[in-house]
């Protein structure tokens, strides 16, 4: 009996301590509660590599970007224009600038092609919604922010569509800033006073003049109006006393006719021009015969800037058989202009597309009733363009449209360049023109070289900014070459800039060969010449 109560004892004993060997004796199932281990040395600590669910295996809901959240970079831009895109892809752009308590902004939204419906909005320096803009007029679904700034710092604009819109297309973003504290130079070219080499008398828009003589002694006699790029100037000028045949014409500051003569009866004569950038201009007066006093009268008719897209209505006179309007266009783009006569004239349409020094940039186009004009803008900058009745003795309404669709950058094949390098290339009549683009920074001085190899070519240089705007230009480096240079030109700004290489006249020049383009940057020696 004895011996039975010894064994139920040991029995007993032994399954209580079966838990605690199965504990210590099974390494590889670890405790989900390793305080329960019997052992408090260091060593016995089971290693971190055994608790990987101390590490979570996802970020917290508050740290996991929204999958449909997209972050619409931001484009650093300074004065000027600049195109863009708006689609469903990129429904927003949005572009940074820098300007000062007091400046006065204008920004302006364009639509170039499409049917978008521009919506413009304005963001201060601390992020808060200062502007915004649907329609700039009843009528006008481009879009405008015109206001003085209240503090310094940088700027937000946010160009997009009406947001109940799905209109999409591409558009020219404007952005020109007035500094009221601003002690630069002035850049508007009416800031200062005439410069002419000739003795002239200022006049407004309106003014009249007097008895004014011209005879064999004082045979002209001139007049400096200031005017506005596009404006369509009229000067009248009328014999008052003698046998004077008076004859009157509009220069610009090459001393080069810019307008044309309509005579309505003897001693009376009528001089229109327009205008083709804001400056001075001179208006000279001379005796065409006789001699005696005249009167002059000079006003502007009307802003002839034709806008892209805008329609224009006009009317064709015997005593006015043309009118020009002034394009502003950049390299690269590709403009269209209709002209068509309503059915009831017998006037018949022509259009010419000029440059500042009156030369035809491509063929003039005419018809019955209808004449179109197509071009690829060779140069940045304004353009004439005259619309003519080649049937002058009779009149007749007619309608006016200017389509442009900017420059498409894949078209022009541009190619990569770098500071202090050479690269050899040819102008061709297949390729008049080659396209460079290289990054500089604020204040680089940079000399670009263009040296002809082979053939007869003429090289000319254009360098243009990020918006392809013109900063410089070169035809002959020195009347001893017909080489072309710019010569350590200094960068306004960060960022891209183009070389266009061609050859004098551009695309309708006529020279051709291989040359050599080499780009450099920092001061150089300069030579005599």
């Given at each position: 009996?004895?011996?039975?109560?010894?064994?139920?004892?040991?029995?007993?004993?032994?399954?209580?301590?079966?838990?605690?060997?199965?504990?210590?004796?099974?390494?590889?199932?670890?405790?989900?509660?390793?305080?329960?281990?019997?052992?408090?040395?260091?060593?016995?600590?089971?290693?971190?590599?055994?608790?990987?669910?101390?590490?979570?295996?996802?970020?917290?809901?508050?740290?996991?970007?929204?999958?449909?959240?997209?972050?619409?970079?931001?484009?650093?831009?300074?004065?000027?224009?600049?195109?863009?895109?708006?689609?469903?892809?990129?429904?927003?752009?949005?572009?940074?600038?820098?300007?000062?308590?007091?400046?006065?902004v204008t920004i302006r939204m364009e639509t170039t092609s499409g049917d978008l419906d521009p919506f413009l909005s304005l963001f201060g320096p601390d992020g808060s919604l200062i502007g915004r803009n649907d329609d700039e007029a009843s009528g006008n679904r481009n879009s405008l922010i015109a206001l003085t700034?209240?503090?310094?710092?940088?700027?937000?604009?946010?160009?997009?569509?009406?947001?109940?819109?799905?209109?999409?297309?591409?558009?020219?973003?404007?952005?020109?800033?007035?500094?009221?504290?601003?002690?630069?130079?002035?850049?508007?070219?009416?800031?200062?006073?005439?410069?002419?080499?000739?003795?002239?008398?200022?006049?407004?828009?309106?003014?009249?003049?007097?008895?004014?003589?011209?005879?064999?002694?004082?045979?002209?006699?001139?007049?400096?109006?200031?005017?506005?790029?596009?404006?369509?100037?009229?000067?009248?000028?009328?014999?008052?006393?003698?046998?004077?045949?008076?004859?009157?014409?509009?220069?610009?500051?090459?001393?080069?006719?810019?307008?044309?003569?309509?005579?309505?009866?003897?001693?009376?004569?009528?001089?229109?021009?327009?205008?083709?950038?804001?400056?001075?201009?001179?208006?000279?007066?001379?005796?065409?015969?006789?001699?005696?006093?005249?009167?002059?009268?000079?006003?502007?008719?009307?802003?002839?800037?034709?806008?892209?897209?805008?329609?224009?209505?006009?009317?064709?006179?015997?005593?006015?058989?043309?009118?020009?309007?002034?394009?502003?266009?950049?390299?690269?783009?590709?403009?269209?202009?209709?002209?068509?006569?309503?059915?009831?004239?017998?006037?018949?349409?022509?259009?010419?597309?000029?440059?500042?020094?009156?030369?035809?940039?491509?063929?003039?186009?005419?018809?019955?009733?209808?004449?179109?004009?197509?071009?690829?803008?060779?140069?940045?900058?304004?353009?004439?363009?005259?619309?003519?009745?080649?049937?002058?003795?009779?009149?007749?309404?007619?309608?006016?449209?200017?389509?442009?669709?900017?420059?498409?950058?894949?078209?022009?094949?541009?190619?990569?360049?770098?500071?202090?390098?050479?690269?050899?290339?040819?102008?061709?009549?297949?390729?008049?023109?080659?396209?460079?683009?290289?990054?500089?920074?604020?204040?680089?001085?940079?000399?670009?070289?263009?040296?002809?190899?082979?053939?007869?070519?003429?090289?000319?240089?254009?360098?243009?900014?990020?918006?392809?705007?013109?900063?410089?230009?070169?035809?002959?480096?020195?009347?001893?070459?017909?080489?072309?240079?710019?010569?350590?030109?200094?960068?306004?700004?960060?960022?891209?800039?183009?070389?266009?290489?061609?050859?004098?006249?551009?695309?309708?020049?006529?020279?051709?060969?291989?040359?050599?383009?080499?780009?450099?940057?920092?001061?150089?020696?300069?030579?005599?010449?």
């Open positions: 009996m004895a011996n039975l109560i010894k064994r139920i004892f040991v029995l007993v004993i032994c399954l209580w301590a079966l838990p605690l060997f199965a504990q210590t004796e099974s390494p590889t199932a670890p405790s989900s509660t390793p305080t329960l281990s019997s052992t408090p040395e260091p060593t016995e600590t089971p290693a971190p590599t055994l608790t990987p669910t101390i590490t979570p295996t996802f970020a917290p809901p508050t740290e996991t970007p929204s999958p449909t959240a997209t972050t619409v970079p931001v484009f650093p831009i300074g004065p000027g224009s600049i195109e863009g895109n708006i689609n469903d892809t990129f429904p927003s752009a949005r572009y940074s600038f820098e300007a000062s308590r007091g400046d006065s700034l209240a503090e310094s710092g940088t700027y937000i604009i946010e160009a997009t569509r009406f947001a109940e819109s799905t209109s999409a297309g591409t558009f020219r973003l404007s952005l020109a800033i007035a500094g009221t504290q601003s002690t630069q130079t002035p850049t508007d070219p009416l800031s200062a006073g005439p410069d002419f080499a000739v003795q002239y008398t200022v006049l407004d828009y309106g003014d009249v003049v007097y008895a004014e003589a011209l005879n064999a002694d004082t045979p002209r006699k001139y007049f400096a109006v200031g005017g506005r790029q596009g404006d369509l100037v009229r000067v009248w000028v009328v014999s008052t006393t003698g046998d004077l045949a008076p004859q009157v014409r509009i220069l610009n500051r090459n001393s080069e006719t810019l307008s044309r003569e309509s005579e309505s009866r003897p001693g009376e004569i009528i001089a229109y021009g327009t205008l083709p950038e804001t400056g001075w201009y001179l208006i000279e007066v001379s005796a065409g015969g006789g001699e005696g006093t005249f009167s002059l009268f000079v006003n502007r008719l009307a802003s002839a800037v034709l806008q892209v897209g805008e329609a224009i209505s006009g009317t064709f006179t015997s005593d006015l058989p043309a009118v020009s309007y002034i394009i502003n266009a950049r390299v690269g783009d590709q403009i269209a202009v209709t002209l068509f006569t309503e059915i009831e004239s017998a006037a018949r349409p022509q259009l010419e597309l000029l440059d500042l020094n009156l030369r035809q940039v491509v063929p003039a186009t005419s018809g019955q009733r209808f004449a179109t004009l197509n071009s690829d803008i060779q140069r940045s900058g304004p353009y004439i363009l005259r619309a003519t009745n080649l049937n002058p003795q009779v009149g007749g309404n007619f309608n006016l449209r200017l389509t442009s669709y900017p420059a498409d950058l894949t078209r022009l094949n541009v190619q990569p360049v770098s500071y202090n390098k050479d690269y050899p290339d040819s102008i061709s009549a297949d390729t008049p023109q080659r396209y460079f683009r290289f990054s500089g920074k604020t204040g680089d001085l940079v000399t670009i070289t263009m040296n002809r190899e082979s053939g007869n070519l003429d090289p000319y240089l254009i360098l243009m900014d990020s918006d392809f705007n013109e900063l410089a230009a070169n035809n002959d480096a020195s009347i001893n070459t017909r080489d072309a240079r710019i010569i350590q030109f200094r960068l306004p700004k960060d960022g891209d800039y183009y070389i266009l290489a061609s050859r004098n006249d551009l695309a309708q020049g006529t020279t051709e060969g291989a040359f050599n383009l080499s780009l450099t940057v920092g001061a150089i020696s300069l030579e005599s010449g």
